[in-house]
């Protein structure tokens, strides 16, 4: 015997997202609205951890540092793709072998353009 769904099943779902949503407007609402909005020099300066603020903060970083963290990020979220297929390595067989050996040439192959961009190389 088959179960079917129907969207009646997926009130409950819909009435809980809708009760979040509205919880959630309702506070930025009431806390835009009821707060105080009293606006001193003290208050619009920037605060780290008690010490004195020194210098401009709007100074540029150097583009590696972002370059690092998308490349990290990008092979960190490459490798994750794997755990499915290490889970379901005997159920996938020789097909999913060779599947996950052409993603991994693919990964190695943009590793290598990256290197050969020299896209890690800190000293210019």
Not at 35 to 50: N, V, Y
Not at 66 to 87: G, R
Request: with cysteine; proline share 4%.
């Amino acid at each position: 015997m088959q179960s079917t769904t129907t969207p009646l099943d997926y009130l409950p779902i819909v009435l809980m997202f809708i009760v979040a949503l509205g919880f959630v407007i309702t506070t930025m609402i009431a806390s835009h609205s009821l707060g105080p909005k009293r606006k001193t020099k003290i208050k619009l300066d920037s605060f780290e951890c008690g010490v004195e603020a020194q210098g401009n903060a709007r100074l540029p970083f150097a583009i590696k540092y972002f370059l690092v963290a998308i490349l990290f990020v990008l092979f960190d979220i490459e490798v994750i793709f794997m755990y499915p297929w290490a889970v379901n390595f005997k159920e996938l067989g020789m097909n999913g072998v060779i599947e996950v050996f052409s993603f991994i040439i693919l990964l190695l192959i943009g590793f290598y353009y990256m290197l050969s961009k020299k896209a890690l190389k800190w000293e210019e």
